[in-house]
């Protein structure tokens, strides 16, 4: 606190000085089933213009730490300890008092783009709001500040766009608009809880450059709250990560990414998986779940997942404190910048001190599984017998318009064309942005109905001409796992029922159907005693194990997978992706394998497809396409990901896409990417025309490698990495 | 866009003329008009009762298909739906009849459902606390008692009311009674008879749409924009009363049209309990009358009123959500 004025709501910080400081704070929930102590202690002063991220798991008490800070946690929440914004203790204020601070001092900008905002109000109404509550002005001024608002947010044409309402909005505009709303006064602190979980990674990367602009803009301290480490390895300049309401490790970045103290975050980190891992390394294993926080046993709430406990973890919770010699022991190798980590790492553990003495490394202290090989993949490709063929794959859907009269405008092109090949043993990624097809061509594979046009091929049988017992054997070697376990799994049957619903259906006998549950418990790494229980009494990853358990039930040919590892933390989804890798080398199964996130498709895929409004652009051999990507939208796609590395984030050139992705009822003529396509503004105006006017077919760049671009070879070619 | 409210329209006359024609199909099967005189004493001489019969098209012993045709041909040609057995048109009948129903039940319906949103709102706020369960306790208590008996306690209230104080304030016979000769004393008396009735839909419709708007409004209350307008600064209360209200009126809106023709003919008890000669007091009568023809219009009156409800919920939905309107 330098300057003059002191009473906090006005700004009064220059660079650099604490405008946020948090101490010891608790948050407490009453339960039936006793105390949630969602927050258990934690301190953390935040500087003007400084980033701090706060990363972990479910239930870790990040966002509950955002929302008592900002005071609006539910009115059951028993909160002590300190927060003081600009010196001033704010934790005991009013809603009237907090009322005057939130949205001026402290903003936020919360996960959900599609709920977060009022669906009855336009999105310049909800600006003017927040504006006008905190300094009056007349409507017309208001208005004109709301379209420069959203201007800087880089919403095109805001004059017209202020009168829209949120739902004509897609997601990451309106994201957009929250952040527009969190900056409109100026704010010092600005809390973003995880404001780019819910959007494609081209959009996040545009949501996460916008953020930084407001940053800059404002001059405000960010608090970003986050549970993925490529998002903090670009934005943050400090971390804390939290586990069970406390917080375990907190330093600055670098730090944290190269020389983790926690086995906690040594995990977490080694739990990633890398769009960088050139060949195949397997993922650390944090085994088991975090722990309720209703009844924490004494000790380190991690030490039940810690191969490295000792007897004093089980008795002893550490406390967060400084492990000396962390500066000259690297623990993992980084580049050099010891000057910018002077102070403040700390860990919360026993065996820091071993940790940092030893150079421990997540290979050392966890379980890492190996990749298994199964038998088919030393058979060359082509003579393995193909599983899944689709050629020439359409699906049109009528449009239809009006909630009075509905009526039939139009024709949405949600897959226009696309062969696909799946061969025995081998797993095909499909990976695009929302709305490209995907999730409609998996659909179309499932479902044994004829598509609008062109033919799927399913063990050499075409489903659609297949009737009655024929359709049912099919149907056999063809299964799926879904995205959301929670909503795949009926919450009213055990997990027996779960696994046998199945082979019943296929006519199983009693004493079979038991033994073989029993077996598919045992394959899929769940205690085979625990088949009495109801799905609620299992975590999001054991969840998930559960339904590949019921998709295996029958010995498929091939599983299709419908992103099934996006709705599980880090450390949980490390777990499912290498039971994915084991299951398919131990049965040789076959994947179709659908994801958003590339880094996923790298580090299980053999074969890669990428898809972009309803075509494909470019498909081959999954390191081929990863380390030489030739079509300019895989190449924007690959550049958006971040990557968990602050070094490799720091100098990282990307491309990022203007716009959004068109609407599938109106695709641009000739290719369907030129409207965002950054190679075609290279190219010389007589080129351009031939983007409009003609459809490219996808032309081979390599041996098993094709990319569908007019102008394949004419481009400079863009590391993914650095 | 013509084409299409055409082609709706012609939808809901479809639908309207198979639901009367079943209907008028089973109240002249089923009901008797003959009955009606063959008791009568002195005797009536059975020509006589079938050549009644007869000119009002009520004869059974016409085959049911000419009959049915016969009241088409009249109901298509001439907008004439029919004769009563003893009491003539019922055309006209109805007609003052709907009049009788709309004075009676707009007040009250309106009156209710604005007083059950609102406190149903307003509990949903109180979630749990004293006041909530209160308002609770007491809708669920109007709920659980039969019409009629709550009728009768609010009519055993308003006389010891009017004998205690000696005004004859509050009148439950009829529409109108004595009119006094002092200047709008016409009105005064209608309100005076208008009172009570009104009283008991305003209960009842208050009960109903305060435990709907309350699940409603606690649903918003927990949503994400409710959140995001308090983080901007909005007080609590201001939050609730510009974001959540709003939102959750939606669904009240469809579920308010919809109630349209339960409202004319489920206010039967009040109209006959307190005299009033409206739609439902005549959906009773017009079946113990052996009314074929009355039972009938009764029923097409109920079809309109549903599909009418049907399409004004619709235009509410559009009226109150901007996501269906703009699209």
């Known amino acids: 606190m330098t300057t003059a004025t002191t009473s906090a709501g006005r700004r009064r910080t220059g660079a650099g000085d604490v405008v946020l400081s948090v101490r010891d704070l608790h948050v407490t929930f009453p339960s039936e089933a006793g105390d949630v102590r969602a927050v258990r202690g934690l301190d953390f002063d935040l500087r003007a213009g400084e980033t701090m991220a706060i990363v972990g798991e479910s239930g870790s008490g990040k966002s509950v730490t955002s929302l008592a800070v900002m005071g609006l946690h539910p009115a059951s929440a028993q909160i002590t300890g300190s927060v003081r914004l600009h010196g001033e203790e704010i934790l005991d204020r009013d809603d009237a008092a907090m009322s005057k601070l939130r949205g001026k001092a402290m903003s936020m900008v919360f996960q959900d783009p599609l709920s977060a905002l009022t669906p009855v109000y336009t999105v310049g109404d909800q600006i003017v709001e927040a504006i006008q509550l905190h300094r009056p002005m007349p409507a017309a001024q208001a208005w004109k500040e709301a379209v420069e608002l959203l201007d800087l947010v880089g919403i095109p044409n805001p004059q017209a766009r202020v009168r829209s309402f949120p739902h004509e909005f897609s997601g990451g505009m309106r994201q957009r608009a929250m952040i527009a709303m969190a900056i409109a006064n100026d704010p010092d602190v600005i809390i973003a809880d995880e404001p780019t979980t819910a959007l494609d990674v081209t959009i996040q990367a545009q949501v996460l450059e916008v953020l930084k602009r407001a940053q800059r803009e404002t001059g405000a301290a960010v608090i970003m709250i986050t549970h993925d480490l490529g998002v903090v390895a670009g934005m943050a300049d400090r971390v804390t990560v939290m586990y069970a309401g406390r917080p375990v490790e907190q330093g600055s970045v670098d730090d944290i990414y190269y020389r983790p103290q926690m086995p906690y975050t040594i995990g977490l980190l080694g739990s990633v998986p890398r769009l960088d891992a050139a060949e195949r390394q397997p993922l650390a294993t944090v085994e088991g779940n975090p722990p309720s926080v209703v009844n924490l046993p004494p000790g380190c709430p991690f030490a039940p997942r810690c191969p490295l406990a000792e007897e004093q973890c089980w008795t002893t919770e550490p406390a967060l404190v400084e492990h000396s010699g962390s500066l000259a022991r690297r623990v993992t190798a980084g580049p050099d910048s010891e000057a910018a980590t002077v102070a403040g790492h700390a860990a919360a553990c026993h065996l820091a001190d071993r940790v940092v003495r030893d150079g421990l490394r997540y290979t050392d202290i966890f379980p890492v599984a190996e990749h298994a090989w199964s038998a088919l993949e030393q058979v060359p490709r082509e003579q393995r017998q193909p599983v899944l063929q689709i050629s020439g794959l359409k699906r049109h859907y009528p449009l239809m318009k009006g909630a009075v009269l509905r009526r039939r405008v139009g024709t949405v092109y949600a897959v226009d064309g696309i062969d696909l090949e799946v061969r025995e043993g081998e797993t095909l990624g499909l990976v695009g942005e929302s709305g490209c097809g995907k999730s409609t061509t998996l659909m179309e594979v499932l479902n044994f109905l004829p598509p609008t046009d062109g033919t799927i091929t399913v063990l050499g049988k075409n489903p659609a001409a297949l009737r009655g017992r024929a359709r049912k054997e099919l149907r056999r070697d063809l299964q799926i796992v879904f995205q959301d376990p929670m909503a795949s799994l009926d919450p009213r049957m055990t997990v027996f029922d779960l696994i046998a619903e199945p082979l019943k259906a296929h006519g199983w006998s009693k004493a079979d159907t038991a033994a073989r549950v029993e077996e598919l418990m045992a394959t899929v790494g769940l205690d085979p005693s625990h088949v009495n229980r109801y799905p609620g009494q299992f975590s999001g990853g054991q969840r998930q194990r559960i339904g590949i358990a019921r998709a295996l039930a029958l010995k498929p040919k091939l599983l299709v997978l419908d992103e099934p590892v996006s709705a599980l933390d880090v450390s949980i989804q490390a777990g499912v992706i290498n039971l994915l890798d084991q299951l398919k080398a131990e049965l040789g199964l076959s994947y179709l394998f659908v994801a958003h996130d590339l880094a996923v498709i790298r580090h299980i895929a053999d074969r890669v497809a990428v898809m972009y409004l309803g075509s494909i652009v470019e498909h081959g051999d999954v390191d081929q396409v990863y380390d030489n990507p030739r079509h300019p939208y895989t190449q924007a796609l690959l550049s958006a990901i971040p990557i968990p590395d602050p070094e490799t984030e720091r100098t990282r050139e990307r491309i990022l896409l203007r716009g959004e992705l068109p609407s599938p009822a109106d695709p641009p003529s000739g290719c369907k990417f030129r409207t965002r396509c950054p190679r075609k503004l290279a190219l010389p105006e007589s080129d351009q025309e031939r983007c409009v006017t003609e459809p490219p077919p996808l032309l081979p760049v390599g041996t098993d490698h094709t990319s569908a671009c007019h102008f394949n070879d004419t481009d400079r070619h863009v590391d993914v990495v650095a | ?327």
């Open chain 2, 1 to 327: 866009m013509g084409r299409f409210i055409l082609r709706r329209l012609l939808n809901y006359a479809v639908l309207l003329f198979v639901a009367i024609s079943l209907t008028y199909l089973l109240a002249a099967s089923q009901l008797n008009p003959r009955s009606l005189w063959e008791l009568a004493n002195p005797p009536i001489p059975a020509e006589t009762i079938e050549s009644s019969l007869r000119s009002k098209n009520l004869s059974d012993e016409v085959p049911l298909l000419q009959r049915y045709w016969t009241w088409l041909t009249g109901v298509l040609l001439h907008w004439d739906w029919g004769e009563a057995p003893r009491t003539g048109d019922v055309g006209p009948e109805i007609a003052r009849r709907i009049g009788v129903s709309i004075r009676l039940i707009t007040i009250g319906s309106l009156g209710g459902i604005a007083l059950g949103v609102l406190v149903g709102a307003w509990t949903a706020t109180k979630q749990y606390k004293i006041s909530d369960r209160t308002i609770t306790f007491l809708a669920l208590a109007i709920f659980s008692v039969p019409v009629f008996v709550l009728i009768s306690v609010v009519q055993v209230l308003a006389t010891n009311f009017n004998d205690a104080t000696g005004w004859r304030l509050f009148e439950f016979v009829g529409e109108t009674g004595s009119v006094g000769d002092y200047p709008g004393a016409v009105l005064v008396d209608r309100i005076q008879h208008l009172a009570l009735p009104t009283l008991v839909l305003v209960l009842a419709n208050a009960a109903f749409f305060s435990r709907i708007q309350r699940n409603l409004m606690l649903d918003a209350l927990g949503s994400d924009f409710v959140r995001t307008a308090r983080a901007k600064g909005l007080p609590r209360r201001r939050a609730v009363m510009k974001h959540a209200l709003r939102t959750s009126l939606i669904p009240t809106g469809t579920y308010f049209a919809f109630s349209v023709a339960t409202l004319f003919l489920g206010s039967t008890f009040v109209e006959v309990l307190f005299s009033f000669h409206g739609m439902g007091e005549y959906a009773i009568t017009s079946i113990q009358g052996q009314d074929v023809h009355g039972a009938v219009a009764v029923a097409a009156f109920g079809g309109v009123c549903v599909l009418v409800g049907a399409t004004l919920s619709d235009f509410m939905v559009a009226a109150l959500d901007p996501r269906v309107r703009v699209s």
